[in-house]
Protein backbone atom coordinates (compact mmCIF):
# COMPACT_ATOMS: atom_id res chain seq x y z
CA UNK A 1 0.00 0.00 0.00
CA UNK A 2 1.52 3.02 -1.18
CA UNK A 3 1.61 5.70 1.59
CA UNK A 4 0.51 9.04 -0.94
CA UNK A 5 -2.94 7.26 -2.44
CA UNK A 6 -5.16 8.54 0.95
CA UNK A 7 -5.88 9.70 4.05
CA UNK A 8 -3.21 8.20 5.97
CA UNK A 9 -5.63 5.03 6.96
CA UNK A 10 -3.87 2.16 5.35
CA UNK A 11 -5.64 -0.95 4.31
CA UNK A 12 -8.05 0.79 2.44
CA UNK A 13 -9.38 -2.04 -0.02
CA UNK A 14 -10.85 0.80 -2.68
CA UNK A 15 -6.97 2.59 -2.82
CA UNK A 16 -5.29 -0.45 -2.90
CA UNK A 17 -7.49 -1.91 -5.99
CA UNK A 18 -6.99 1.91 -7.35
CA UNK A 19 -3.28 1.65 -7.68
CA UNK A 20 -3.78 -1.50 -9.61
CA UNK A 21 -4.60 0.75 -12.61
CA UNK A 22 -2.21 3.28 -12.64
CA UNK A 23 -1.64 5.19 -15.95
CA UNK A 24 1.81 5.92 -17.83
CA UNK A 25 2.66 9.53 -16.34
CA UNK A 26 2.61 10.78 -13.43
CA UNK A 27 2.69 14.21 -11.46
CA UNK A 28 3.67 12.44 -8.16
CA UNK A 29 7.14 13.70 -6.35
CA UNK A 30 8.57 12.55 -3.46
CA UNK A 31 11.00 14.41 -1.37
CA UNK A 32 13.34 12.95 1.48
CA UNK A 33 15.47 14.83 3.81
CA UNK A 34 18.09 12.07 5.44
CA UNK A 35 18.23 8.51 5.19
CA UNK A 36 20.97 8.75 2.05
CA UNK A 37 22.07 5.38 2.33
CA UNK A 38 18.54 4.24 1.82
CA UNK A 39 17.17 2.98 -1.51
CA UNK A 40 14.07 5.40 -2.77
CA UNK A 41 10.66 4.08 -2.01
CA UNK A 42 9.49 0.91 -4.15
CA UNK A 43 6.20 1.85 -5.55
CA UNK A 44 4.14 0.80 -8.73
CA UNK A 45 3.33 3.93 -10.13
CA UNK A 46 6.47 6.89 -11.91
CA UNK A 47 7.34 9.30 -9.60
CA UNK A 48 9.85 11.93 -9.24
CA UNK A 49 12.42 11.51 -6.45
CA UNK A 50 14.44 14.20 -5.01
CA UNK A 51 17.11 13.74 -2.08
CA UNK A 52 17.76 16.11 0.54
CA UNK A 53 20.73 15.88 3.42
CA UNK A 54 20.57 16.43 6.96
CA UNK A 55 23.54 18.89 6.72
CA UNK A 56 21.86 21.01 3.68
CA UNK A 57 20.33 23.09 6.18
CA UNK A 58 20.88 27.18 5.39
CA UNK A 59 19.60 30.21 7.52
CA UNK A 60 19.61 31.77 4.63
CA UNK A 61 17.04 29.49 3.35
CA UNK A 62 15.32 29.35 6.94
CA UNK A 63 16.73 26.11 8.16
CA UNK A 64 18.72 25.89 11.62
CA UNK A 65 19.52 23.27 13.81
CA UNK A 66 19.86 23.53 17.40
CA UNK A 67 21.86 20.85 19.37
CA UNK A 68 21.27 17.92 16.61
CA UNK A 69 24.06 15.88 15.68
CA UNK A 70 24.06 15.48 12.03
CA UNK A 71 24.35 12.58 10.83
CA UNK A 72 23.65 11.24 6.70
CA UNK A 73 21.48 8.43 7.80
CA UNK A 74 20.46 9.97 10.53
CA UNK A 75 19.69 13.00 13.30
CA UNK A 76 19.91 12.86 16.90
CA UNK A 77 20.25 15.09 19.80
CA UNK A 78 23.89 15.62 20.74
CA UNK A 79 25.23 13.60 23.93
CA UNK A 80 27.56 15.37 25.85
CA UNK A 81 30.17 12.79 27.58
CA UNK A 82 31.00 13.58 31.25
CA UNK A 83 34.70 13.45 30.41
CA UNK A 84 34.62 16.78 28.64
CA UNK A 85 34.82 20.30 29.75
CA UNK A 86 32.43 22.78 28.55
CA UNK A 87 33.68 25.57 29.66
CA UNK A 88 36.54 26.31 27.12
CA UNK A 89 33.48 25.61 24.20
CA UNK A 90 31.09 27.47 26.13
CA UNK A 91 31.45 30.49 22.77
CA UNK A 92 31.34 28.67 20.44
CA UNK A 93 28.32 26.31 21.51
CA UNK A 94 26.56 29.77 21.41
CA UNK A 95 26.82 31.09 24.66
CA UNK A 96 29.16 33.36 27.08
CA UNK A 97 30.48 34.19 30.14
CA UNK A 98 29.47 36.71 32.07
CA UNK A 99 31.10 39.08 35.16
CA UNK A 100 29.53 40.93 37.64
CA UNK A 101 30.62 44.23 38.19
CA UNK A 102 29.25 47.81 39.66
CA UNK A 103 27.20 48.47 36.66
CA UNK A 104 25.67 44.79 36.30
CA UNK A 105 26.62 42.02 34.09
CA UNK A 106 29.00 42.74 31.25
CA UNK A 107 31.43 40.09 29.68
CA UNK A 108 33.79 38.10 31.20
CA UNK A 109 37.60 39.96 30.96
CA UNK A 110 40.67 38.68 30.07
CA UNK A 111 42.17 37.93 34.22
CA UNK A 112 38.43 36.04 34.21
CA UNK A 113 39.29 33.76 31.28
CA UNK A 114 42.09 32.68 33.41
CA UNK A 115 39.66 30.49 35.04
CA UNK A 116 38.43 28.78 31.81
CA UNK A 117 41.59 28.91 29.06
CA UNK A 118 42.70 25.36 29.78
CA UNK A 119 45.80 26.47 31.00
CA UNK A 120 46.97 24.51 34.61
CA UNK A 121 50.21 27.47 34.54
CA UNK A 122 47.68 30.22 34.56
CA UNK A 123 45.30 30.96 37.55
CA UNK A 124 42.62 33.82 38.40
CA UNK A 125 43.63 35.71 41.29
CA UNK A 126 40.95 36.27 43.86
CA UNK A 127 43.33 38.65 45.86
CA UNK A 128 41.14 41.28 46.96
CA UNK A 129 41.25 43.60 43.57
CA UNK A 130 37.53 42.93 42.80
CA UNK A 131 36.23 44.09 46.11
CA UNK A 132 37.91 47.60 45.98
CA UNK A 133 35.04 49.00 44.84
CA UNK A 134 31.02 47.99 44.89
CA UNK A 135 29.91 45.00 44.34
CA UNK A 136 32.63 43.28 47.18
CA UNK A 137 32.27 39.58 45.74
CA UNK A 138 33.41 38.05 42.55
CA UNK A 139 30.35 36.49 40.65
CA UNK A 140 30.71 34.82 37.31
CA UNK A 141 27.77 33.09 35.70
CA UNK A 142 28.17 31.01 32.66
CA UNK A 143 25.39 30.58 30.14
CA UNK A 144 25.54 27.59 28.43
CA UNK A 145 23.96 28.19 25.66
CA UNK A 146 21.05 26.18 26.22
CA UNK A 147 19.50 24.16 28.88
CA UNK A 148 21.43 21.15 29.03
CA UNK A 149 22.13 18.10 31.71
CA UNK A 150 25.33 18.62 33.60
CA UNK A 151 27.28 16.37 35.74
CA UNK A 152 29.59 18.24 37.81
CA UNK A 153 31.26 21.63 38.41
CA UNK A 154 35.38 21.00 39.51
CA UNK A 155 37.50 24.32 40.55
CA UNK A 156 40.97 24.35 42.00
CA UNK A 157 44.07 26.09 42.41
CA UNK A 158 47.61 25.90 40.59
CA UNK A 159 49.27 22.86 41.96
CA UNK A 160 51.87 24.76 44.02
CA UNK A 161 49.29 26.84 46.21
CA UNK A 162 46.67 23.58 46.44
CA UNK A 163 47.37 24.45 50.32
CA UNK A 164 46.92 28.00 50.77
CA UNK A 165 45.14 29.23 48.10
CA UNK A 166 41.47 27.21 48.07
CA UNK A 167 38.37 29.32 47.78
CA UNK A 168 37.18 29.37 51.55
CA UNK A 169 33.56 30.95 50.77
CA UNK A 170 31.67 30.29 47.59
CA UNK A 171 27.56 29.73 46.17
CA UNK A 172 27.16 27.96 42.80
CA UNK A 173 23.90 28.35 41.26
CA UNK A 174 21.77 27.25 38.67
CA UNK A 175 19.01 28.40 36.56
CA UNK A 176 17.11 26.59 33.80
CA UNK A 177 16.78 29.30 31.40
CA UNK A 178 12.55 29.66 31.74
CA UNK A 179 11.68 33.25 31.27
CA UNK A 180 8.54 32.35 33.30
CA UNK A 181 10.47 31.26 36.71
CA UNK A 182 12.71 34.19 36.70
CA UNK A 183 12.11 36.18 39.56
CA UNK A 184 11.28 33.41 41.72
CA UNK A 185 14.10 31.48 42.77
CA UNK A 186 16.23 32.16 45.64
CA UNK A 187 18.73 34.80 44.81
CA UNK A 188 18.90 37.48 42.36
CA UNK A 189 21.74 39.06 41.34
CA UNK A 190 22.51 42.55 39.22
CA UNK A 191 22.23 45.63 38.76
CA UNK A 192 21.08 48.65 35.72
CA UNK A 193 17.66 46.14 34.64
CA UNK A 194 20.14 43.52 33.69
CA UNK A 195 19.43 40.73 36.58
CA UNK A 196 19.96 36.56 36.84
CA UNK A 197 18.27 34.75 39.52
CA UNK A 198 19.58 30.91 40.62
CA UNK A 199 18.67 28.73 42.73
CA UNK A 200 21.77 27.85 45.06
CA UNK A 201 22.57 24.26 45.17
CA UNK A 202 25.98 24.62 47.61
CA UNK A 203 26.84 27.06 50.19
CA UNK A 204 30.11 26.69 51.64
CA UNK A 205 31.12 29.24 54.73
CA UNK A 206 34.09 27.17 55.88
CA UNK A 207 35.57 25.50 52.83
CA UNK A 208 38.44 23.87 54.00
CA UNK A 209 39.44 21.82 50.59
CA UNK A 210 41.80 22.40 47.52
CA UNK A 211 39.45 20.60 44.90
CA UNK A 212 36.29 21.11 44.81
CA UNK A 213 34.29 18.46 43.03
CA UNK A 214 30.28 18.49 43.63
CA UNK A 215 27.42 16.89 41.35
CA UNK A 216 24.85 19.16 40.29
CA UNK A 217 21.03 17.63 40.59
CA UNK A 218 19.50 16.03 37.78
CA UNK A 219 17.90 18.73 35.48
CA UNK A 220 18.00 20.95 32.84
CA UNK A 221 20.41 23.77 33.53
CA UNK A 222 21.38 26.38 31.55
CA UNK A 223 22.79 29.07 33.82
CA UNK A 224 25.50 28.13 36.69
CA UNK A 225 26.79 30.97 38.83
CA UNK A 226 29.89 30.87 40.78
CA UNK A 227 29.96 33.66 43.66
CA UNK A 228 32.53 33.98 46.23
CA UNK A 229 33.89 36.79 48.88
CA UNK A 230 37.76 37.37 49.71
CA UNK A 231 39.06 34.55 51.97
CA UNK A 232 39.16 35.77 55.50
CA UNK A 233 43.11 34.83 55.63
CA UNK A 234 45.13 35.04 52.33
CA UNK A 235 44.07 34.88 49.04
CA UNK A 236 42.27 32.78 47.08
CA UNK A 237 42.62 31.49 43.25
CA UNK A 238 41.61 29.21 40.76
CA UNK A 239 43.45 27.42 38.05
CA UNK A 240 40.72 26.38 36.17
CA UNK A 241 36.66 26.34 36.82
CA UNK A 242 35.77 23.01 34.61
CA UNK A 243 31.76 22.58 34.31
CA UNK A 244 30.79 18.68 32.80
CA UNK A 245 27.77 17.47 30.76
CA UNK A 246 26.27 14.56 31.02
CA UNK A 247 23.95 12.89 28.42
CA UNK A 248 21.83 14.24 25.74
CA UNK A 249 20.91 17.89 25.06
CA UNK A 250 16.78 17.91 26.95
CA UNK A 251 16.06 20.05 24.41
CA UNK A 252 17.13 19.95 20.22
CA UNK A 253 15.87 20.92 17.00
CA UNK A 254 15.93 20.48 13.47
CA UNK A 255 13.98 22.67 11.04
CA UNK A 256 14.58 22.01 7.42
CA UNK A 257 15.43 25.03 4.61
CA UNK A 258 12.38 25.65 2.86
CA UNK A 259 11.52 23.32 0.18
CA UNK A 260 10.53 25.07 -3.13
CA UNK A 261 7.53 22.38 -4.70
CA UNK A 262 8.25 24.18 -8.09
CA UNK A 263 4.61 25.32 -8.56
CA UNK A 264 1.69 24.96 -6.27
CA UNK A 265 0.80 21.07 -5.31
CA UNK A 266 -1.56 18.91 -3.73
CA UNK A 267 -0.14 18.28 -0.47
CA UNK A 268 -0.04 14.52 0.21
CA UNK A 269 1.23 12.89 3.48
CA UNK A 270 4.58 13.05 5.55
CA UNK A 271 5.85 9.85 6.77
CA UNK A 272 9.26 8.91 8.75
CA UNK A 273 11.10 6.60 10.19
CA UNK A 274 13.54 6.48 13.15
CA UNK A 275 13.11 5.55 17.00
CA UNK A 276 11.78 7.32 20.40
CA UNK A 277 12.77 6.02 23.33
CA UNK A 278 10.54 5.69 26.61
CA UNK A 279 10.51 8.93 28.22
CA UNK A 280 11.76 10.68 25.36
CA UNK A 281 9.16 12.50 22.46
CA UNK A 282 10.14 13.13 19.07
CA UNK A 283 7.62 15.67 17.80
CA UNK A 284 7.37 16.23 13.77
CA UNK A 285 5.24 19.23 11.95
CA UNK A 286 5.05 20.90 8.75
CA UNK A 287 3.79 23.88 7.60
CA UNK A 288 3.16 25.35 3.91
CA UNK A 289 2.91 28.74 2.17
CA UNK A 290 1.99 30.44 -0.85
CA UNK A 291 5.20 32.51 -1.11
CA UNK A 292 8.95 31.45 -0.11
CA UNK A 293 9.53 33.10 3.48
CA UNK A 294 7.76 32.46 6.33
CA UNK A 295 7.98 35.51 8.31
CA UNK A 296 7.59 38.90 8.10
CA UNK A 297 10.29 41.56 9.11
CA UNK A 298 9.79 45.07 10.82
CA UNK A 299 12.24 48.30 10.65
CA UNK A 300 11.29 50.98 13.18
CA UNK A 301 11.33 54.53 11.29
CA UNK A 302 12.30 56.44 14.45
CA UNK A 303 9.09 58.28 14.44
CA UNK A 304 8.31 57.74 17.55
CA UNK A 305 7.37 53.38 18.53
CA UNK A 306 5.92 53.52 14.21
CA UNK A 307 7.41 50.72 12.60
CA UNK A 308 7.10 49.07 9.21
CA UNK A 309 7.54 46.59 6.54
CA UNK A 310 9.16 48.54 3.98
CA UNK A 311 12.98 49.64 3.86
CA UNK A 312 13.87 53.20 3.54
CA UNK A 313 13.12 53.16 -0.01
CA UNK A 314 10.01 51.52 -0.12
CA UNK A 315 10.78 47.85 -0.53
CA UNK A 316 9.29 44.98 1.24
CA UNK A 317 12.14 43.49 3.67
CA UNK A 318 13.09 39.77 3.54
CA UNK A 319 15.94 38.11 5.37
CA UNK A 320 18.68 39.55 3.81
CA UNK A 321 18.16 43.34 4.02
CA UNK A 322 16.53 42.79 7.40
CA UNK A 323 19.94 41.22 8.29
CA UNK A 324 21.47 44.82 6.75
CA UNK A 325 19.67 46.76 9.01
CA UNK A 326 21.26 48.33 12.09
CA UNK A 327 20.30 47.06 15.22
CA UNK A 328 18.82 49.62 16.43
CA UNK A 329 16.29 49.44 13.20
CA UNK A 330 15.83 45.70 13.71
CA UNK A 331 11.99 45.88 15.22
CA UNK A 332 11.49 41.99 15.06
CA UNK A 333 10.48 39.10 12.53
CA UNK A 334 6.61 37.65 12.96
CA UNK A 335 4.88 35.21 11.31
CA UNK A 336 3.47 35.82 7.97
CA UNK A 337 0.06 34.41 8.55
CA UNK A 338 -1.58 35.44 4.82
CA UNK A 339 1.20 33.51 3.19
CA UNK A 340 2.00 30.68 5.85
CA UNK A 341 0.18 28.50 7.89
CA UNK A 342 1.31 27.87 11.12
CA UNK A 343 3.17 25.27 12.46
CA UNK A 344 0.47 21.79 12.91
CA UNK A 345 0.28 20.22 15.64
CA UNK A 346 2.80 17.14 16.99
CA UNK A 347 2.29 13.99 14.99
CA UNK A 348 1.74 10.93 16.09
CA UNK A 349 5.57 9.20 16.19
CA UNK A 350 4.51 5.78 16.35
CA UNK A 351 2.09 6.39 13.54
CA UNK A 352 4.82 6.27 10.92
CA UNK A 353 2.89 9.29 8.85
CA UNK A 354 0.45 12.20 9.10
CA UNK A 355 -0.97 15.09 6.94
CA UNK A 356 1.56 17.76 5.60
CA UNK A 357 -0.53 21.03 6.58
CA UNK A 358 -1.89 23.56 4.56
CA UNK A 359 -5.63 23.58 3.24
CA UNK A 360 -5.56 23.47 -0.68
CA UNK A 361 -2.10 24.02 -2.97
CA UNK A 362 0.57 25.20 -1.50
CA UNK A 363 4.36 25.44 -3.15
CA UNK A 364 6.24 26.02 -0.42
CA UNK A 365 6.59 23.57 2.65
CA UNK A 366 9.09 23.24 5.50
CA UNK A 367 9.07 20.44 8.07
CA UNK A 368 10.39 20.54 11.84
CA UNK A 369 11.96 17.92 14.60
CA UNK A 370 11.31 19.27 17.92
CA UNK A 371 13.35 16.25 20.52
CA UNK A 372 12.94 16.11 24.34
CA UNK A 373 15.07 14.01 25.85
CA UNK A 374 16.34 12.61 29.54
CA UNK A 375 19.99 12.15 30.25
CA UNK A 376 19.72 8.61 29.24
CA UNK A 377 16.60 8.14 26.97
CA UNK A 378 16.25 10.02 23.70
CA UNK A 379 14.85 10.01 19.67
CA UNK A 380 16.76 9.21 16.36
CA UNK A 381 15.08 10.51 13.06
CA UNK A 382 16.09 8.39 10.03
CA UNK A 383 14.43 10.51 7.36
CA UNK A 384 11.31 12.14 6.63
CA UNK A 385 9.50 12.16 3.22
CA UNK A 386 6.66 14.40 1.91
CA UNK A 387 4.46 13.84 -0.72
CA UNK A 388 3.25 16.17 -3.39
CA UNK A 389 1.86 15.86 -7.11
CA UNK A 390 1.28 18.86 -9.88
CA UNK A 391 -0.81 19.55 -10.93
CA UNK A 392 -3.08 20.05 -7.62
CA UNK A 393 -6.93 18.89 -7.95
CA UNK A 394 -8.15 22.24 -7.94
CA UNK A 395 -6.97 26.02 -7.00
CA UNK A 396 -8.98 26.09 -3.93
CA UNK A 397 -11.75 23.68 -2.20
CA UNK A 398 -13.22 24.77 0.87
CA UNK A 399 -16.04 22.71 2.97
CA UNK A 400 -18.65 23.35 5.45
CA UNK A 401 -20.71 21.19 8.16
CA UNK A 402 -24.38 21.53 9.05
CA UNK A 403 -25.17 21.11 11.85
CA UNK A 404 -22.62 22.43 14.37
CA UNK A 405 -23.95 21.17 17.46
CA UNK A 406 -25.15 17.76 17.85
CA UNK A 407 -26.15 15.70 21.03
CA UNK A 408 -23.08 13.36 22.45
CA UNK A 409 -23.66 9.33 21.18
CA UNK A 410 -26.30 9.89 18.66
CA UNK A 411 -27.44 9.04 15.21
CA UNK A 412 -27.40 12.83 13.56
CA UNK A 413 -27.92 13.68 10.11
CA UNK A 414 -25.62 16.22 8.55
CA UNK A 415 -25.05 17.70 5.33
CA UNK A 416 -21.55 18.10 4.32
CA UNK A 417 -21.14 20.97 1.48
CA UNK A 418 -17.83 21.30 -0.84
CA UNK A 419 -16.79 23.99 -3.45
CA UNK A 420 -13.83 23.64 -5.44
CA UNK A 421 -12.29 26.36 -7.59
CA UNK A 422 -10.92 24.23 -10.78
CA UNK A 423 -8.53 25.95 -13.30
CA UNK A 424 -8.69 24.42 -16.91
CA UNK A 425 -5.41 22.63 -16.14
CA UNK A 426 -6.18 21.23 -12.98
CA UNK A 427 -6.94 17.48 -12.36
CA UNK A 428 -10.71 17.85 -10.92
CA UNK A 429 -12.20 15.06 -8.92
CA UNK A 430 -14.46 12.64 -8.46
CA UNK A 431 -14.09 10.99 -4.89
CA UNK A 432 -14.93 12.35 -1.94
CA UNK A 433 -13.36 11.28 1.44
CA UNK A 434 -15.31 12.51 4.84
CA UNK A 435 -13.50 11.37 8.42
CA UNK A 436 -15.79 10.31 10.48
CA UNK A 437 -15.61 10.16 14.71
CA UNK A 438 -17.32 6.45 13.78
CA UNK A 439 -18.88 4.40 11.09
CA UNK A 440 -21.02 6.11 9.29
CA UNK A 441 -24.45 4.84 9.49
CA UNK A 442 -25.75 5.49 5.98
CA UNK A 443 -25.59 8.20 3.10
CA UNK A 444 -28.79 9.15 2.74
CA UNK A 445 -27.85 11.41 -0.82
CA UNK A 446 -25.76 13.65 -2.87
CA UNK A 447 -26.70 16.78 -4.54
CA UNK A 448 -24.77 18.85 -7.04
CA UNK A 449 -25.54 22.91 -7.48
CA UNK A 450 -29.04 21.30 -5.71
CA UNK A 451 -29.84 18.96 -8.21
CA UNK A 452 -30.25 15.25 -6.80
CA UNK A 453 -26.84 13.46 -8.52
CA UNK A 454 -25.81 9.40 -8.77
CA UNK A 455 -22.91 8.52 -6.15
CA UNK A 456 -21.57 5.13 -4.81
CA UNK A 457 -20.55 4.71 -1.23
CA UNK A 458 -16.97 2.74 -2.39
CA UNK A 459 -15.52 2.46 1.23
CA UNK A 460 -16.35 2.84 5.18
CA UNK A 461 -14.91 2.37 7.98
CA UNK A 462 -15.14 3.59 11.81
CA UNK A 463 -12.34 6.25 10.16
CA UNK A 464 -14.64 7.72 7.40
CA UNK A 465 -16.15 6.88 4.35
CA UNK A 466 -15.78 7.78 0.52
CA UNK A 467 -18.03 7.98 -2.15
CA UNK A 468 -17.73 8.54 -6.05
CA UNK A 469 -19.43 11.31 -7.44
CA UNK A 470 -19.95 12.76 -10.73
CA UNK A 471 -17.12 14.20 -12.18
CA UNK A 472 -16.40 18.28 -10.78
CA UNK A 473 -13.64 19.80 -13.63
CA UNK A 474 -13.12 23.37 -14.50
CA UNK A 475 -16.59 23.12 -16.58
CA UNK A 476 -18.36 22.96 -13.30
CA UNK A 477 -15.99 24.91 -10.80
CA UNK A 478 -17.82 26.45 -8.39
CA UNK A 479 -20.90 24.19 -8.23
CA UNK A 480 -21.77 23.08 -4.56
CA UNK A 481 -21.64 19.57 -4.06
CA UNK A 482 -23.68 18.57 -0.79
CA UNK A 483 -23.63 14.88 1.00
CA UNK A 484 -26.33 13.94 3.18
CA UNK A 485 -25.62 11.55 6.06
CA UNK A 486 -25.87 10.23 9.64
CA UNK A 487 -23.10 9.71 11.70
CA UNK A 488 -22.52 10.03 15.47
CA UNK A 489 -20.36 12.09 17.18
CA UNK A 490 -18.62 11.55 21.01
CA UNK A 491 -16.37 14.21 21.33
CA UNK A 492 -16.52 18.17 22.07
CA UNK A 493 -15.11 20.31 18.48
CA UNK A 494 -14.99 16.66 16.33
CA UNK A 495 -13.74 17.87 13.19
CA UNK A 496 -14.67 16.32 10.02
CA UNK A 497 -11.92 16.84 7.31
CA UNK A 498 -12.20 15.32 4.04
CA UNK A 499 -10.25 15.33 1.13
CA UNK A 500 -10.89 15.33 -2.88
CA UNK A 501 -9.07 13.73 -5.94
CA UNK A 502 -9.78 12.35 -9.06
CA UNK A 503 -9.54 8.37 -9.33
CA UNK A 504 -8.37 8.77 -13.19
CA UNK A 505 -5.19 9.82 -11.21
CA UNK A 506 -5.12 7.68 -8.30
CA UNK A 507 -0.63 7.97 -7.86
CA UNK A 508 -1.11 11.90 -7.32
CA UNK A 509 -2.44 12.88 -3.93
CA UNK A 510 -5.73 14.05 -2.92
CA UNK A 511 -6.25 17.76 -2.28
CA UNK A 512 -7.27 18.55 1.49
CA UNK A 513 -10.45 20.61 2.43
CA UNK A 514 -10.04 23.89 4.05
CA UNK A 515 -13.23 25.16 6.03
CA UNK A 516 -15.21 28.07 4.72
CA UNK A 517 -18.40 29.37 3.20
CA UNK A 518 -18.98 26.83 0.85
CA UNK A 519 -22.88 27.86 -0.20
CA UNK A 520 -22.80 31.70 0.17
CA UNK A 521 -24.96 31.58 3.14
CA UNK A 522 -23.75 32.51 6.31
CA UNK A 523 -24.00 29.61 9.03
CA UNK A 524 -21.79 27.14 10.17
CA UNK A 525 -18.66 27.77 7.86
CA UNK A 526 -16.84 25.32 9.47
CA UNK A 527 -15.83 21.49 8.99
CA UNK A 528 -16.17 21.12 13.86
CA UNK A 529 -18.81 20.16 15.08
CA UNK A 530 -20.03 20.61 18.92
CA UNK A 531 -21.69 18.80 21.56
CA UNK A 532 -25.22 19.95 22.81
CA UNK A 533 -23.88 18.89 27.12
CA UNK A 534 -20.55 18.77 28.37
CA UNK A 535 -20.05 17.98 31.72
CA UNK A 536 -22.37 14.34 31.67
CA UNK A 537 -19.33 12.00 32.42
CA UNK A 538 -16.97 9.74 29.50
CA UNK A 539 -19.42 7.50 29.37
CA UNK A 540 -23.14 7.06 28.33
CA UNK A 541 -25.13 4.37 28.57
CA UNK A 542 -24.17 1.15 28.60
CA UNK A 543 -26.32 -1.11 26.41
CA UNK A 544 -26.17 -5.31 25.90
CA UNK A 545 -27.31 -6.92 22.71
CA UNK A 546 -29.67 -9.35 23.31
CA UNK A 547 -30.84 -8.90 26.73
CA UNK A 548 -31.18 -12.43 26.63
CA UNK A 549 -28.61 -14.66 24.89
CA UNK A 550 -27.69 -18.76 24.99
CA UNK A 551 -24.00 -19.38 24.34
CA UNK A 552 -25.01 -22.89 23.14
CA UNK A 553 -23.11 -23.01 19.87
CA UNK A 554 -26.38 -23.11 18.00
CA UNK A 555 -25.16 -19.96 16.01
CA UNK A 556 -28.35 -17.83 17.56
CA UNK A 557 -27.68 -15.39 20.12
CA UNK A 558 -24.58 -17.33 21.34
CA UNK A 559 -22.87 -14.20 22.81
CA UNK A 560 -23.66 -10.86 23.80
CA UNK A 561 -22.72 -7.64 22.57
CA UNK A 562 -22.18 -5.08 24.70
CA UNK A 563 -21.67 -1.45 23.48
CA UNK A 564 -21.20 2.48 25.23
CA UNK A 565 -20.53 5.50 23.74
CA UNK A 566 -16.92 7.44 25.16
CA UNK A 567 -17.13 11.07 25.60
CA UNK A 568 -14.69 13.96 25.63
CA UNK A 569 -11.88 12.22 26.46
CA UNK A 570 -8.94 14.46 25.90
CA UNK A 571 -6.50 11.50 24.67
CA UNK A 572 -6.17 7.62 25.06
CA UNK A 573 -7.57 5.83 28.23
CA UNK A 574 -8.03 2.48 30.04
CA UNK A 575 -11.37 1.08 29.41
CA UNK A 576 -12.01 -1.90 31.21
CA UNK A 577 -15.23 -4.99 31.16
CA UNK A 578 -15.90 -7.23 33.56
CA UNK A 579 -18.92 -9.85 34.28
CA UNK A 580 -20.09 -10.31 37.78
CA UNK A 581 -22.66 -12.63 39.57
CA UNK A 582 -25.47 -10.92 41.15
CA UNK A 583 -23.47 -10.67 44.31
CA UNK A 584 -21.43 -8.93 43.30
CA UNK A 585 -18.55 -11.60 42.87
CA UNK A 586 -15.93 -10.86 39.90
CA UNK A 587 -16.50 -13.78 37.75
CA UNK A 588 -13.98 -12.68 34.52
CA UNK A 589 -12.57 -10.24 32.00
CA UNK A 590 -14.36 -9.55 28.96
CA UNK A 591 -11.92 -6.72 27.41
CA UNK A 592 -9.18 -4.65 28.70
CA UNK A 593 -7.84 -1.74 26.38
CA UNK A 594 -6.85 2.16 25.47
CA UNK A 595 -9.49 3.65 23.60
CA UNK A 596 -9.96 7.28 22.71
CA UNK A 597 -13.67 9.05 22.35
CA UNK A 598 -15.95 6.85 20.23
CA UNK A 599 -18.28 3.96 20.38
CA UNK A 600 -16.51 1.17 22.71
CA UNK A 601 -18.30 -2.43 21.82
CA UNK A 602 -17.27 -5.70 23.71
CA UNK A 603 -18.26 -9.24 23.17
CA UNK A 604 -19.13 -11.90 26.12
CA UNK A 605 -19.27 -15.76 25.47
CA UNK A 606 -20.66 -16.54 28.71
CA UNK A 607 -17.32 -17.96 30.04
CA UNK A 608 -15.86 -17.34 33.41
CA UNK A 609 -11.68 -16.45 34.23
CA UNK A 610 -11.00 -20.04 33.42
CA UNK A 611 -13.20 -20.72 30.24
CA UNK A 612 -15.86 -22.44 31.17
CA UNK A 613 -19.74 -21.72 30.63
CA UNK A 614 -21.46 -20.02 32.79
CA UNK A 615 -24.69 -21.44 34.18
CA UNK A 616 -27.95 -19.98 33.37
CA UNK A 617 -29.08 -17.05 35.51
CA UNK A 618 -28.61 -13.11 35.95
CA UNK A 619 -25.11 -11.73 35.43
CA UNK A 620 -23.70 -7.62 35.80
CA UNK A 621 -21.91 -6.61 33.00
CA UNK A 622 -19.58 -3.75 34.51
CA UNK A 623 -17.37 -1.13 32.49
CA UNK A 624 -15.07 1.17 33.60
CA UNK A 625 -12.37 4.16 32.42
CA UNK A 626 -10.17 5.82 33.82
CA UNK A 627 -9.26 9.45 33.02
CA UNK A 628 -7.50 12.16 34.40
CA UNK A 629 -10.79 12.99 36.10
CA UNK A 630 -11.21 9.90 38.15
CA UNK A 631 -13.12 6.65 37.43
CA UNK A 632 -16.45 6.33 35.77
CA UNK A 633 -18.63 2.75 35.71
CA UNK A 634 -21.54 1.81 33.94
CA UNK A 635 -23.66 -1.67 34.45
CA UNK A 636 -26.11 -3.26 32.56
CA UNK A 637 -27.84 -6.97 33.51
CA UNK A 638 -28.08 -9.35 30.55
CA UNK A 639 -30.16 -12.88 31.24
CA UNK A 640 -27.87 -16.07 30.13
CA UNK A 641 -30.36 -18.94 29.54
CA UNK A 642 -30.06 -22.44 27.80
Sequence with gaps: MSFYSTKHWAGSIFFAVLLLHVPAASGLTIYRIGGESFPPPDLDTPYE???????????????????????????????????????????????????????????????????????????????????????????????????????????????KYLTDRFVQQFRIGINDGDPLKDGTREVNLGAAGFYFDFDIVYDAAENTQSVIDLKFPYQPIRYVLFYSKENTTGIWEIAELEIYGNGFAPFASYVSNVIDLGAPASLGSLRWAGQQDEGATLALSTRSGLDYDPNTYWRYTFRGGERTRFDAKGRPLNLASYNKLALGAQAGITHDTAGWTFWSTAQDFAAGEGAIAGAGPRQ??????????????????????????????????????????????????????????????????DRLAIDTPARVQRVDGVRLSGQPVAFEL???????????????????????????????????????????????????????????????????????????RLGTGPLGALSVDPGVFSPNGDGINDVVEIGCDVLNLSGMSSVVCWVYDVSGRRLGLVDASRLGSGRYVGVWDGRDASGSLLPPGLYVVGLRVETDQGTTQRQAVVSLVY
Design 49 to 159: FVQIGWSEIDAAEHGRENLIQLDPDAIRPQFLSSDINLTPLIQERGGEVLTFVWNGWRSHTESDELMFDGDLATAFLGDGRFAVHWPYIKAVTFDLGAPLFLDRIRFFPRD
Design 364 to 429: YVQVRADFTSEQRASGRLDWMELAVSIPPVAQQAIAEIMPAVVPPGAAAAFTYKVKASVASDDLGF
Design 458 to 532: LHSDDTGFVLAVPRVDAQRTQEVLEVDFHASVFQFGTVFTGRIFNSQHPAEVPQALAWGDADGVPSSERLRVDLT
